[in-house]
């Protein structure tokens, strides 16, 4: 949502539901949907308002903080590129890339955003067109071939699938919808989930591979340590790893891309009363509260900045961000840092 407030604070209420991307109304959303913005109310302006307008005021920041802008990592820039080289006129057996990495290392925002590149240069090239160049799907859990194209069918918004239609009529469908798209990229999020050890997974697996073979599609899929997922496994794990390029993401070391994140993030900052570059002074001690990790420092400078909104406090501290829980690896891991830092004092 791209919020623009009037001088007096207010802007209009969006109570829209919005879609999951992993449909096509909800991914269409997620790539019209330019840059969140804000622009902070003057300090006289903010001090006058009353009761009713600041209440809206404060619950339009609220709404800002929650979808702060995508911070275009290394990671992120990664993954277009090599994106980008894929397949180019490509003729024969096509190449895929897999993104691999631990929980919140951006896999699945860099998934994202190279799709969202994709689609707005394919409506540059194919104005008023009727394609749909992106399909976003998460691989089923427990999946089966079955699921695997109802996931497929329901991005697109083919009719209700009833039980007497089998996985050869699901599948014949997407693929001919898809064709008729001109769909050129596929990104399956969440692979680790497709374990070729087991019946369930060589089934999905030969699935998949027919949706490669009969789409003039790149796949691109993105999964939590998916070399040590059984996704490589056996001759079908052979045969993915033969046509598809690994990239790593992980955490960031503390170094001056690190720096350069925390100085972005607080770049986006709209507190009445914080002191500019309070954050950049303490990117050794977030790079501890979150072990480096991109998602848990996005989650924790959200959560202050909206905290220092309802508080009223306005600005963003050290003693805050020690009240603020990220995720329980991250906690389990700056406390055992602290224990040990601690005992060798």
Partial sequence: MVVNPSDDGMTPTDEERIEPPTTLAGWRHFVDTDTTTFRLASARSWEVMGDRVRNAYNERRIDYHSELQVVRTSTVKEVAHQGRLLNRREHGARRGLIISGERTTGKTTALRQLGRLHELRARQRYPDSRRVPVVYVTAPPKGSPRKL??????????????????????????????????????????????????????????????????????????????????????????????????????????????????????????????????????????????????GGLSHLIRAAAISAILDGSERITRRQLDTIHVDHASERAFRGEARRGRAAG
Avoid at 199 to 205: F, Q
Avoid at 277 to 292: I, M
């Fill in 149 to 294: 194209a109802i996931e497929f069918a329901r991005f697109l918004g083919l009719p209700v699938i009833s039980p007497r239609h089998n996985t050869v009529d699901i599948t014949s469908a997407v693929c001919q919808v898809l064709i008729e798209a001109r769909t050129d990229l596929v990104l399956v999020d969440e692979i680790h989930l497709m374990n070729l050890a087991t019946t369930a997974g060589e089934e999905l697996s030969d699935h998949l591979k027919y949706f490669t073979e009969h789409l003039p599609a790149t796949f691109i899929y993105a999964g939590i340590d998916v070399e040590h997922s059984g996704l490589f496994t056996g001759i079908r794990g052979d045969q993915i790893a033969g046509r598809c390029t690994l990239l790593h993401t992980g955490p960031f070391p503390l170094n001056s891309e690190w720096e350069g994140l925390v100085a972005t993030m607080e770049a986006t900052l709209r507190l009445h009363q914080h002191k500019a570059e309070t954050l950049a002074g303490l990117h050794s001690y977030l790079h501890q509260r979150t072990g480096g990790m991109i």
